[in-house]
């Protein structure tokens, strides 16, 4: 059974910084291409970064030279680190397959806010 669990969300005031953590199993975690999506109250559900198995990344230009997606195979893990957080990146923070292969898990809130 596929489970996402992510976590390291919470309130931030603008400026700062936040780390993401999204726990896999159930799948074969490390020849998967993995991403981070949000998704902003009224909004659809974004992509704002992507990690291939090997490592290559990709962000969306929202996000790009502020945000760094990372995996650790060993522990089946994939993170978001975020920095110069804004206004505009408030939002719940899912993880999936890059493909958005498997059900989606409860998100982690991210709230950038003075």
């Known amino acids: 059974q596929v489970q996402l669990v992510e976590s390291g969300g919470g309130l931030v005031q603008p400026g700062g910084s936040l780390r993401l953590s999204c726990a896999a199993s159930g799948f074969i975690f490390n020849i998967y291409a993995m991403g981070w999506y949000r998704q902003a109250p009224g909004k659809q559900r974004e992509l704002v970064a992507s990690?291939?198995?090997?490592?290559?990344?990709n962000y969306a230009d929202s996000v790009k030279g502020r945000f760094t997606i990372f995996r650790d195979n060993t522990k089946k893990t994939v993170y978001l680190q975020m920095n110069n957080l804004e206004p505009g990146d408030t939002a719940v923070y899912y993880c999936?397959?890059?493909?958005?292969?498997?059900?989606w898990g409860q998100g982690t809130q991210v709230t950038v806010s003075s």
């Open positions: 999936n397959s890059r493909r958005g292969d498997f059900s």
């Open positions: 990690i291939t198995s090997g490592g290559s990344t």
